[in-house]
């Protein structure tokens, strides 16, 4: 075991969640349906839990995974789909749901593709941003937190594909 410090609690977490779920629910009182598409792996807690916050409005879910690091902790500007949607996207507001943006290339390619299925609409809901490492600019609609340029793990996020259980976001101190 690591040496772990806590960033953001689970309280803190959880509390922000729900408001996140507030504002996505206002803003699509007048749909159908929304569409979330959870990025794997790092997404999946935050997908679960913020889901659970969507009031009055029907939610459907798909998942897909990318690959950009490999075991690494910085970025090799390599995205690749690693697996992909099970279902069409076309006419769906779509949310992609992510852990973190960090220099901006997974989501902007993402984004890129999932245009080309014709989706109604797409939004990106990410639970943190670290704005210092942006290399490529994205539209962000919601984020959960701003975080400083540091390493975070945990709920959902891993180091070499550990500690994604934890329940609060931490930071490695050795
Ligand atoms: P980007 O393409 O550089 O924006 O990187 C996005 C992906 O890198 C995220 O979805 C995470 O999986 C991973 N990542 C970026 N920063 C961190 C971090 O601090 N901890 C764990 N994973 C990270
Ligand atoms: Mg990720």
Redesign the pocket.
């Known amino acids: 075991m690591h040496n772990i410090r806590t960033l953001i609690s689970t309280e803190k977490l959880y509390a922000r969640i729900e408001e996140l779920g507030e504002a996505i629910s206002r803003d699509y009182k007048d749909k159908d349906e929304i569409h979330f598409i959870c990025?794997l792996?790092?997404?999946v807690m935050f997908m679960a839990d913020l889901s659970k916050t969507i009031k009055d409005i029907p939610l459907s879910m798909d998942f897909m995974a990318?690959s950009?690091?490999g075991n690494e902790?910085s970025?090799s500007g390599i995205?690749k789909i690693v697996k992909d949607l099970d279902e069409s996207i076309e006419g769906k507001d779509v949310i992609i749901v992510?852990?973190?943006?960090?220099?901006?290339?997974?989501?902007?390619?993402l984004v890129q593709i999932l245009k080309d299925r014709n989706p109604n609409s797409i939004k990106i809901c990410t639970l943190?941003d670290?704005p210092e490492?942006?290399?490529?600019d994205?539209d962000v609609d919601y984020v959960g937190f701003e975080?400083p340029d540091?390493?975070?793990?945990g709920y959902g996020?891993?180091?070499m594909q550990k500690y994604r259980n934890l329940p609060y976001i931490g930071i490695m101190e050795g």
Do not use: A, C, P, Q
């Open positions: 990025v792996k790092g997404g990318v950009s690091y902790t970025s995205v992510e852990d973190i943006v960090d220099s901006g290339r997974t989501l902007s390619y943190l670290k490492r942006r290399i490529i994205v975080i540091e390493f975070v793990l996020l891993d180091y």
